[in-house]
């Protein structure tokens, strides 16, 4: 089945930041480093117009660093800052806090020039959904700000939130583009929770999941479930089925082996992994 999900608030939220993004004076845009082409929002460039802009990857405690590197070097070369960080472990918020105030101080010198006051900065936080922005919030307001959850749709609507006198910031709902045209696309963010699970077909993305594994980290997931033979799909997740406990009445539980592959992957158990390939 094709996945696509675009559901109304997303349309709507759209609409809104291209309402506002004259009050803007900085973009964060917010990627998922496991998927860092994957995760970035094609519809970005035409809702933000010329603003200068910081690329955030998070996750950097679940992805491949090896690629991480290769795929930061790929967007700076295209003009990008890229500040790749880990919200959770060791949230180094000094990166994000020195790139706004040189934008402070260019701003704040032309706006001396003008004869106008001193103001603090504007910041747009956007991005797919689930991919770390309230947790990023919550971390530079240093309380919690903004419901955190590790499913799609916490965020329901823009919200201005005041960091500190330098900096407030414009948080936004997650939102996708209205059609996947590449399905390696749409099943990488449904395994990494990008797309609202009720939607999906779990064995599809788990049998995605379970596939990729095998082919770009097969020790990782062969010393997880104990694989020994990976020449069939059916034998693997009988294996799988079996290492986890997932049999009812002698048969494999194919719906627990499914949502716990997809647990798996999603909380780091399945090692450090990043999906999209260098280009």
């Known amino acids: 089945m094709a996945i696509n999900w675009y559901p109304g608030h997303m349309a709507k939220t759209k609409r809104e930041i291209k309402e506002k993004i004259d009050l803007i004076d900085i973009v964060f845009e917010i990627i998922d480093a496991r998927i860092p082409k994957s995760s970035k929002n094609i519809d970005v460039d035409s809702l933000i117009k010329n603003k200068p802009r910081v690329l955030i990857m998070t996750k950097l405690d679940l992805c491949d660093e090896f690629k991480t590197k290769k795929w930061i070097k790929y967007y700076e070369e ?4 890229v500040i790749a960080i880990d919200l959770i472990n060791h949230p180094n918020l000094n990166l994000i806090y020195n790139e706004t105030s040189k934008l402070q101080n260019e701003l704040n010198n032309k706006r001396r020039e003008k004869g106008l006051k001193e103001r603090r900065i504007r910041a747009l936080i956007l991005g797919i959904p689930n991919v770390g922005k309230s947790t990023l919030i919550n971390r530079l307001v240093g309380r919690k700000a903004t419901n955190v959850g590790n499913k799609p749709g916490i965020t329901k609507q823009l919200e201005w939130i005041r960091i500190n006198n330098e900096l407030e910031l414009l948080d936004t709902p997650g939102i996708l583009w209205p059609k996947f045209e590449d399905q390696e696309v749409a099943l990488n963010l449904a395994a990494m929770t990008a797309i609202k699970e009720e939607i999906l077909d779990i064995e599809e993305v788990a049998i995605y999941i379970i596939n990729t594994m095998l082919k770009l980290y097969p020790d990782n997931i062969k010393n997880r479930y104990n694989l020994t033979d990976t020449s069939d ?7 799988i089925g079996k290492k986890i406990g ?34």
Do not use: S
């Open 233 to 239: 799909i059916v034998i693997v997740l009988d294996q």
């Open 78 to 81: 295209k003009g990008y800052k």
């Open 246 to 279: 997932a049999i009812r009445n002698k048969e494999t539980d194919y719906d627990k082996v499914y949502t716990t592959v997809l647990k798996d992957l999603r909380e780091g158990y399945l090692g450090k992994v990043t999906f999209d390939e260098y280009l």
